[in-house]
């Protein structure tokens, strides 16, 4: 898992990035008929976005994240509710014992993890019959907004790869192929569109591993051109960037 990939971005990301629709959470719960008895571990739990929604669900929860400071801001907003678990783990070693949890969610991580490693570590904690659940949100890369994002991203930001680390997505059967047994399973994709005014807009970027820091060249440039690209597609101080919410869900 890439540890350091977010340090430095806690803050951002904790105050910019989007959460989850509650339908996904319930469709998920419902479909692997998941209870408040339930036990799940949260990999690569980040601030806590999806954490959140599981605690709220009943479950217990047991939050994985090796950066200290998204685990730190995780523990400040979510350490008084009594099934809240903050681990520093990895997604490859969580620490966490033998076949102690039901079910494994993995929010807006996975293309970080070494897969093959991360499968073993799943298996190793995994009750039997326990599930897997990956989930994205996914700009929708068909829209004139998007694409516009992506080429100022691939100007001002070396490290930009594509969204979400380049990940292929829905649109690419057997994406998972490799790490669900068998090489099933199941797809469920929601719309989920995004709005933001500027602030929201260029922090939502910003948050992204890959953004330059406030202390690199690149920044000032990045941010005007970021602001400049809002002012061309907001109506009313407010921007719609379209958005899907993308959930795997299987077994391994």
């Excluded at 990939?5 to 910019?16: L, R, S, T």
């Excluded at 036990?39 to 009943?58: M, S, W």
């Excluded at 399973?185 to 719309?191: G, H, N, P, R």
């Amino acid at each position: 898992m890439n540890e350091t990939k977010f340090d430095g971005k806690g803050e951002i990301y904790a105050q910019f990035r989007p959460s989850y629709p509650q339908e996904c959470i319930d469709a998920f719960f419902a479909q692997l008929h998941l209870t408040k008895a339930d036990v799940f571990a949260d990999i690569g739990a980040g601030t806590g976005k999806l954490t959140q929604l599981l605690l709220e669900k009943g479950g217990t929860v047991y939050a994985v994240e090796p950066n200290a400071d998204m685990r730190k801001i995780a523990e400040e907003k979510l350490s008084a509710l009594p099934n809240f678990h903050s681990v520093n783990g990895t997604a490859e070693h969580t620490s966490l014992p033998d076949r102690s949890v039901s079910c494994i969610t993995a929010a807006q991580a996975f293309h970080w993890f070494d897969r093959q490693a991360f499968r073993k570590e799943c298996q190793r904690i995994l009750k039997p019959g326990g599930s897997v659940v990956l989930l994205w949100n996914s700009r929708d890369g068909a829209a004139a907004l998007v694409q516009e994002n992506d080429r100022l991203n691939r100007l001002y930001c070396p490290h930009f790869k594509g969204f979400s680390g380049g990940m292929r997505g829905a649109q690419q059967d057997g994406e998972f192929a490799d790490f669900f047994d068998g090489g099933d399973y199941q797809t469920l994709q929601f719309e989920f569109p995004l709005y933001f005014d500027e602030q929201g807009f260029v922090g939502r970027n910003l948050s992204a591993s890959y953004a330059p820091k406030p202390t690199d060249a690149a920044y000032n440039g990045y941010v005007a051109a970021l602001r400049a690209l809002f002012g061309k597609y907001a109506e009313n101080g407010r921007l719609c960037m379209p958005n899907f919410t993308q959930c795997y869900i299987g077994y391994v």
